[in-house]
């Protein structure tokens, strides 16, 4: 009987190995293909935007250490300044310190103030 069926059987092509394609895809197939793609491009998303996150906290940790050595910074210069005045406070009035440190600001000078500067230009080696 095999043999009936293969004298009424058309002759047979050979396939080379390198001429078998890819089976159609069924609908179905082609869903979950597509989903895959979808799956790996957020994959990719994720993992991109976390280096992102990853920069921004080392940037924002590097931002904290710069505001905190800012921050003594300022304090240091407040506790110079502080210690200037009190030096100057016994020979300038607290109006002139304060025209010292304003620069051109124009100010209305009282007795005392006069009277001190008047000592100190008295007192200078140019007078």
Request: with cysteine; glycine share 4%; aromatic share 4%.
């Amino acid at each position: 009987m095999i043999k009936k069926m293969l004298k009424n059987a058309s002759s047979v092509e050979v396939i080379q190995e390198d001429e078998v394609g890819e089976a159609p895809q069924t609908a179905g197939e082609k869903v979950i293909d597509e989903k895959d793609e979808k799956i790996l491009h957020l994959e990719i998303e994720i993992q991109r935007l976390n280096s992102v996150i990853s920069t921004l906290h080392k940037c924002k940790n590097e931002q904290l250490a710069e505001i905190k050595r800012l921050k003594i910074s300022i304090k240091a210069a407040e506790f110079h300044r502080k210690n200037l005045e009190q030096t100057l406070s016994c020979i300038f009035t607290n109006g002139q310190i304060k025209k010292f440190r304003d620069g051109n600001k124009r100010r209305n000078w009282k007795e005392q103030g006069i009277a001190k500067s008047i000592t100190l230009y008295s007192t200078s080696p140019k007078a």
